[in-house]
């Protein structure tokens, strides 16, 4: 019997922080909660920002951003500037509310347990992403899985051509820098009807983890 992934961790490797932004695609429930119940909110960087959410219970799919540069909010650098007894100013972020934005993707929960997880830069780059399964059950129990990391571990924002280079940090979509973001990180997807180079066929991991910033040469192949 198929069980539900439980969890979605973010973890920051980059060495800034980011507010990261987990929408639920249409028809699921939102889970921008910690184990604490509280929103993931800024995670600081070099690898200390950790954030683990519980997916729900059943099928569930949406998207992960992480946005750069923020002020206002409950929990930033400027948050003891602000008078207690005014209502919080909205957060606003340098990047990652808007294209260009790097964006992971992720369903779990689908039939006999399926995942499913990508990384896009149909809308740019602004971070480096890469998704990783964790917590398979066994070899020899079940369908034949093929889990792989996905994403990209090479900051495009510095291999960006200077036309397209977005005033807040980043890297705009156009088709040549499609074809560069392909070259560069074959196991991205870039266009509406791109897939990775490396296969998926997942069934049953315990978490996806998604890292900002990842180590170069992070994206595993099993092909």
């Known amino acids: 019997m198929s069980t539900t992934t439980t969890n979605l961790t973010l973890h920051n490797l980059c060495p800034y922080p980011v507010w990261p932004l987990v929408t639920a695609n249409a028809g699921n429930p939102s889970i921008p909660t910690d184990a604490d119940g509280e929103p993931a ?74 995942a499913a997880y990508s990384v896009s830069l149909v809308d740019g780059f602004n971070v480096a992403v890469v998704v990783t399964p964790h917590g398979m059950p066994p070899e020899g129990t079940g369908p034949r899985r093929r889990c792989p990391t996905l994403g ?35 196991d991205t997807r870039t266009n509406a009807t791109d897939i990775e180079d490396t296969p998926q066929d997942c069934v049953d991991p315990g978490e996806i983890k998604v890292v900002f910033c990842p180590k170069p040469g992070s994206v595993s192949r099993q092909l």
């Open 41 to 114: 909110g800024r995670l600081d960087g070099n690898g200390e920002g950790l954030a683990t959410l519980a997916f729900p219970p059943g099928a569930w799919s949406g998207r992960v951003v992480a946005r750069t540069g923020c002020t206002g909010g409950d929990d930033n650098d400027e948050a003891d500037a602000y008078d207690p007894l005014l209502p919080t100013p909205p957060l606003r972020c340098t990047t990652g509310d808007a294209p260009p934005v790097t964006v992971a993707q992720v369903s779990v929960g689908g039939t006999g347990g399926a």
């Open 152 to 186: 990209c571990a090479v900051d495009l924002g510095a291999e960006c051509p200077p036309r397209a280079r977005a005033p807040g940090g980043g890297c705009g979509a156009g088709a040549t820098e499609a074809a560069l973001f392909k070259h560069l990180c074959p």
